[in-house]
């Protein structure tokens, strides 16, 4: 598998065929074992760059997709080639598809009851016959749940008995939880757990999608920011341009370093 990296953390670089080929096989095989997946964007990055329990949670993920365009751009101009984009709203379709093809339910976790039930109703409405379940807890101050709350998300997931999970608690919650509970998971059968952030605000159609020319952009962050700037604004004012100090950094080190080397200087 062909890998680069970025800000310490190593990214896959599949295409997208690859990826939903090697996410298929997971859910058709059981003693695959589970897949753990992170969408990579700029904010991940920014957050891994200064936490290290989280960096070791999504270097612990079994496939690390790029997701945002900042991600895509930083790697072609440190030279890296034939990256392909699957942002997370779109994982969660292509992951259902595949569900309903191997006949596995879907779960949902996060975001607020209202919001689950849509989504889980649009998707199964595109993919007639797909079973969806969920539940969406409390909002928690970090991606530990009360004890009671623990046990009746597990006891969900335990009755559903899903396949596919999708965890929408936003990063790095999402991360962090899917990364503790992945040998539990594991234990009641599930075989591919991702976190997707806002994705199903998308597919509930809280959200409308954004144009044609801002996805071919790679622009979507900035469109949720104008939407709802009461809810992104004072997060990504600083790990945005985190991410844009260290990536220009880091790729103006490695070219100044690749240009001494082809000089012959040490």
Known sequence: M??????????????????????????????????????????????????????????????????????????????????ERLPGAELVWELAGLCQREGARLFLLGSTERVLAEAGRRLANRFPGLKVDGVAPPRCADHRFPPPVERQVMDSIRRSGPRAV???????????????????????????????????????????????LVRAAGLEWAYRLLREPHRRAGRQASRLPRFLVLALAEVVARRLSASTGRHGLC
Do not use: F
């Not at 599930?190 to 959200?207: C, E, K, P, S, T």
């Open 166 to 212: 999708c965890v929408a608690l936003g990063m790095p919650k999402q991360e962090l939880w899917i990364d503790e509970h992945r040998g539990q998971l594991a234990a009641l059968g599930v075989r591919v757990a991702v976190g997707v952030g806002g994705a199903l605000d998308y597919i509930a159609g809280r959200m409308p999608p954004p144009p044609p």
């Open 2 to 83: 062909r890998r680069a990296r970025l800000l310490g953390v190593s990214i896959d670089l599949l295409s997208r065929e690859e990826a939903l080929s090697l996410i298929g096989r997971h859910l058709a095989t059981p003693e695959a074992g589970i897949l753990s997946i992170v969408t990579v964007n700029a904010e991940c990055l920014a957050i891994a760059s200064g936490d290290h329990a989280y960096r070791r949670a999504v270097e612990r993920a079994g496939l690390r997709l790029v997701d945002g365009a900042g991600v895509a751009l930083a790697l072609r101009l440190e030279g890296v080639d034939g990256i």
